[in-house]
């Protein structure tokens, strides 16, 4: 199946998931300040389980501050995220999964060790050991995920024998293997060639397709935004002041859903501001 299709059948689903969970995530009136610089200042969203949104800005904007605060890797300065209807927890936890642009595994780990850990750990915190049957289980869920992600021929290597895509499927099942219910991907594929991307992408909706995931994915590329969102979120500064550039803070400007009707959204993106065409552009050409 093309990526289009399979991302237009995943959608297909979508109707289904979000009439269940209108508003899974919830960002009220969030901000995030560092000393005096306002990076977020007022955002506001509603996420349905099990949509695909990615996010998209010019560098520096506060993407991947979000994606901490979504995490629960930082807290925001004001507002609050509701997660299902309850605060989020101010650690990060099981319920979401992350996987990072550069590659985050352990490099001293095999393959299916990577994957196992995630396991392992919070069950036998001192050792990061389970024995038995309890260990037995957890390597076999982790082969499992591994096939799943096209690893289960490399699971007694370890990271550095691995290709860059090899890496990013291994980061990416690392963070499946929990089980969360929200999956926050900064710029995953960004390092990646494209005929590899193109892979990823494929083995991406899959997963998505698969599990009841709720995914926020940072690109630069605005075709990888609309192949695999089911909406574009545009973060950009509405307000500058030239003599205090950190006066003001990036806010969600443009909210863009990405249903059967794509040509309309693909005209809604031609209609963005020419700074903000230019910043995407000029950042996935540099990526
Ligand atoms: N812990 C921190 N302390 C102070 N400033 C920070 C911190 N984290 C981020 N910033 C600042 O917040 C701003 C937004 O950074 P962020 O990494 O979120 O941008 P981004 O949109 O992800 O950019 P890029 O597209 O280049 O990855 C930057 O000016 C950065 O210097
Ligand atoms: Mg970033």
Same mark, same amino acid.
């Given at each position: 199946?093309?990526?289009?299709?399979?991302?237009a059948?995943?959608?297909?689903?979508?109707?289904?998931?979000?009439?269940?969970n209108?508003?899974?995530?919830?960002v009220?009136?969030? #901000?995030?300040?560092?000393?005096?610089?306002?990076?977020?200042?007022?955002?506001?969203?509603?996420?349905?389980?099990?949509?695909?949104?990615?996010?998209?800005?010019?560098?520096?904007?506060?993407?991947?501050?979000?994606?901490?605060? $979504?995490?629960?890797?930082?807290?925001?300065?004001?507002?609050?995220i509701l997660?299902?209807?309850?605060?989020?927890?101010?650690?990060?936890? *099981?319920?979401? =999964?992350? !996987? @990072?642009?550069?590659?985050?595994? @352990?490099?001293h780990?095999?393959?299916?060790?990577?994957?196992?850990?995630? &396991?392992?750990l919070?069950?036998?915190?001192?050792?990061?050991?389970? @024995?038995? +049957?309890?260990?037995?289980?957890?390597?076999?869920?982790?082969?499992?995920? $591994?096939?799943?992600v096209?690893? =289960?021929?490399s $699971?007694?290597?370890?990271?550095?024998?691995?290709?860059? =895509?090899?890496?990013q499927?291994?980061?990416?099942?690392?963070? $499946?293997?929990?089980?969360p219910?929200? &999956?926050?991907?900064?710029?995953? @594929?960004?390092?990646?060639?494209?005929?590899i991307?193109?892979?990823?992408?494929g %083995?991406?909706?899959?997963? #998505?397709?698969?599990?009841?995931l709720?995914?926020?994915?940072?690109?630069?590329? %605005?075709?990888? /935004?609309?192949?695999? +969102?089911?909406?574009? &979120? !545009?973060?950009?500064?509405?307000?500058?002041?030239?003599? *205090?550039?950190?006066?003001? /803070?990036?806010?969600?400007?443009?909210d863009?859903?990405?249903?059967?009707?794509?040509?309309a959204?693909?005209?809604?993106v031609?209609?963005?501001?020419?700074?903000?065409?230019?910043? &995407?552009?000029?950042?996935?050409?540099?990526?």
């Amino acid at each position: 199946m093309s990526d289009m299709n399979s991302a237009a059948a995943a959608r297909a689903t979508l109707a289904d998931r979000a009439a269940c969970n209108p508003s899974f995530i919830e960002v009220k009136n969030v #901000w995030q300040e560092y000393g005096d610089q306002v990076v977020l200042e007022r955002l506001n969203l509603s996420v349905a389980e099990g949509e695909f949104c990615t996010l998209v800005g010019a560098s520096g904007c506060g993407k991947s501050t979000f994606l901490r605060m $979504l995490l629960g890797q930082e807290r925001p300065s004001r507002g609050q995220i509701l997660l299902d209807g309850q605060p989020l927890a101010h650690e990060p936890d *099981a319920s979401r =999964g992350v !996987v @990072f642009q550069r590659y985050s595994v @352990f490099p001293h780990l095999s393959v299916l060790n990577n994957v196992a850990l995630g &396991l392992e750990l919070p069950r036998a915190p001192l050792l990061g050991r389970l @024995f038995g +049957g309890a260990r037995r289980e957890a390597r076999e869920q982790a082969r499992a995920i $591994l096939r799943k992600v096209g690893l =289960g021929a490399s $699971l007694d290597k370890y990271p550095a024998q691995l290709s860059g =895509g090899m890496q990013q499927r291994l980061a990416i099942a690392q963070a $499946l293997i929990m089980k969360p219910r929200v &999956l926050l991907l900064d710029e995953p @594929f960004g390092a990646l060639d494209p005929g590899i991307r193109k892979d990823m992408h494929g %083995l991406l909706l899959e997963l #998505w397709h698969e599990t009841r995931l709720t995914v926020f994915m940072v690109t630069h590329d %605005l075709s990888e /935004g609309f192949t695999l +969102g089911t909406r574009i &979120l !545009v973060f950009d500064k509405p307000r500058h002041d030239p003599h *205090a550039p950190g006066a003001f /803070g990036a806010r969600i400007t443009y909210d863009i859903p990405l249903n059967e009707d794509r040509r309309a959204a693909r005209a809604a993106v031609a209609t963005l501001p020419a700074h903000l065409a230019g910043a &995407l552009n000029a950042a996935h050409q540099g990526a």
